[in-house]
């Protein structure tokens, strides 16, 4: 089932959504101070890509969350805003509700990035 609610993912908006990432990794990668956020960006372009069937575990440290607060400041509020927004449009409808709540999910990984992991379920 998560392997056609992928398929179905990409072309409700998760194409947009990890092409956000992606951009936002290679801005991050122009500094050489920027590459460890860069390459956060990178892997979290893949789970846009494909949400279903993996969960977010929260943790980290004070390293990450001093990462987070220049992510946040940087790149964080405008992911997490623009994934937010697709998630409110896909809820409008019963079919969407799915996929908007991945959005939701993307949205608030959009603002704390760091420390997160992600597993299969």
Same mark, same amino acid.
């Given at each position: 089932m998560s392997v056609l609610g992928n398929? #179905?993912?990409l072309l409700c908006g998760g194409f947009l959504s990890a092409l956000g990432w992606l951009l936002a990794g290679l801005l991050w990668c122009i500094t050489i101070v920027g590459i460890p956020v860069g390459v956060q960006c990178f892997k979290l %372009?893949?789970?846009s890509l494909c949400p279903f069937g993996k969960r977010v575990i929260r943790g980290g440290s004070a390293g990450s969350f001093l990462l987070n607060v220049f992510w946040f400041l940087f790149s964080g509020l405008e992911l %997490? #805003?623009?994934n937010a927004l697709l998630g409110c449009l896909l809820c409008v409808t019963i079919i969407g509700i799915p996929f908007g709540k991945q959005f939701f999910k #993307?949205?608030?990984l959009s603002l704390a990035p760091f420390g997160a992991e992600v597993?299969?379920?």
């Open positions: 398929i #179905i993912w %372009a893949s789970l %997490a #805003i623009c #993307i949205a608030g597993v299969n379920e």
